[in-house]
T-cell receptor, first 114, second 113 residues
Framework: AQSVTQPDIHITVSEGASLELRCNYS??????LFWYVQSPGQGLQLLLK??????LVQGIKGFEAEFKRSQSSFNLRKPSVHWSDAAEYFC????????????FGTGTQLKVEL | GAGVSQSPSNKVTEKGKDVELRCDPI?????LYWYRQRLGQGLEFLIY????????KSGLPSDRFSAERTGESVSTLTIQRTQQEDSAVYLC???????????FGEGSRLTVL
C-alpha cells in the first residue's frame, strides 16, 4: 500500500534561516507529489505539486521542492523563512494505477523563532 | 459558492447517536474526498468518489461509517452509533481532474461526549 513518511514531527528555525522539510514515499509506480500547508485556523492550501518533467518545482510563498526518484523523496525547501511561515506542512502522494487516492503524511509542525 | 462548503462547522453529540456531515463541492469538480484529522495528527483518508465510478471506501474505519454522493454534487458522511474516538475534524475536498489540486473545505468539527 502506498504510504508517505514525514520523519520530522516538529521543526524550529530562526526567521531568515533556510528550511528543509523531508518527505519520503513508498510504492512502485509513478508518483504525483504534493505539499500542502495548514495555517492555524485556516484550511489546507496547496504549495506546489510535481507530476512530471523538471524535478525541481517552484511553488507559492517562495517554496520549492525537489523530486528524487532514487531516494523516493520530495523534500520541501525555502531559502529564508518568514515568521508567517509557521504552520503545519503536509506531504501527499498519489500514484498512477492507484485510483487517484491522495495519501497524506502525518505532517511537520514548523515553528519560527524571531 | 466559490469554494467547498461543509456543514455543520461544529457538532457536539452524545455517544451512541448518529451524525450526518455534509459537503458541497466546487461546481464541476468530479472528484470528492473525505478525510479525518484527529487533534494534532495528520489527514486520514476515508473515502473517494470519482464521477460515476464505484467509490474507494478503503479508508472507512468501520461499518459505522458510510458516505454517499449524488452524481457530481453534494456528499454526506454518516457516522452511526458515534464513539468518543470519532471526535475529530472531518475534511472534505474536491478536485476538477484527479490527481490534481484538492480544494478543501473548512471542515466539520465533531465532538462526541
Amino acid at each position: 500500500a502506498q504510504s508517505v513518511t514525514q520523519p520530522d514531527i516538529h521543526i524550529t528555525v530562526s526567521e531568515g534561516a533556510s528550511l528543509e522539510l523531508r518527505c519520503n514515499y513508498s510504492y512502485g509506480a509513478t508518483p504525483y507529489l504534493f505539499w500542502y500547508v495548514q495555517s492555524p485556523g485556516q484550511g489546507l492550501q496547496l504549495l506546489l505539486k510535481y507530476f512530471s518533467g523538471d524535478t525541481l518545482v517552484q511553488g507559492i510563498k517562495g517554496f520549492e521542492a525537489e523530486f528524487k526518484r532514487s531516494q523516493s523523496s520530495f523534500n520541501l525547501r525555502k531559502p529564508s523563512v518568514h515568521w508567517s511561515d509557521a504552520a503545519e506542512y503536509f506531504c501527499a502522494v498519489a500514484f498512477t494505477g492507484g485510483g487517484n487516492k491522495l495519501t497524506f503524511g502525518t505532517g511537520t509542525q514548523l515553528k519560527v523563532e524571531l | 459558492g466559490a469554494g467547498v462548503s461543509q456543514s455543520p462547522s461544529n457538532k457536539v453529540t452524545e455517544k451512541g447517536k448518529d451524525v450526518e456531515l455534509r459537503c458541497d463541492p466546487i461546481s464541476g469538480h468530479t472528484a470528492l474526498y473525505w478525510y479525518r484529522q484527529r487533534l494534532g495528527q495528520g489527514l486520514e483518508f476515508l473515502i473517494y468518489f470519482q464521477g460515476n465510478s464505484a467509490p474507494d471506501k478503503s479508508g472507512l474505519p468501520s461499518d459505522r461509517f458510510s458516505a454517499e454522493r449524488t452524481g457530481e454534487s453534494v456528499s454526506t458522511l454518516t457516522i452511526q452509533r458515534t464513539q468518543q474516538e470519532d471526535s475529530a475534524v472531518y475534511l472534505c475536498a474536491s478536485s476538477a481532474q484527479p490527481p490534481g489540486e484538492l480544494f478543501f473545505g473548512e471542515g466539520s468539527r465533531l465532538t462526541v461526549l
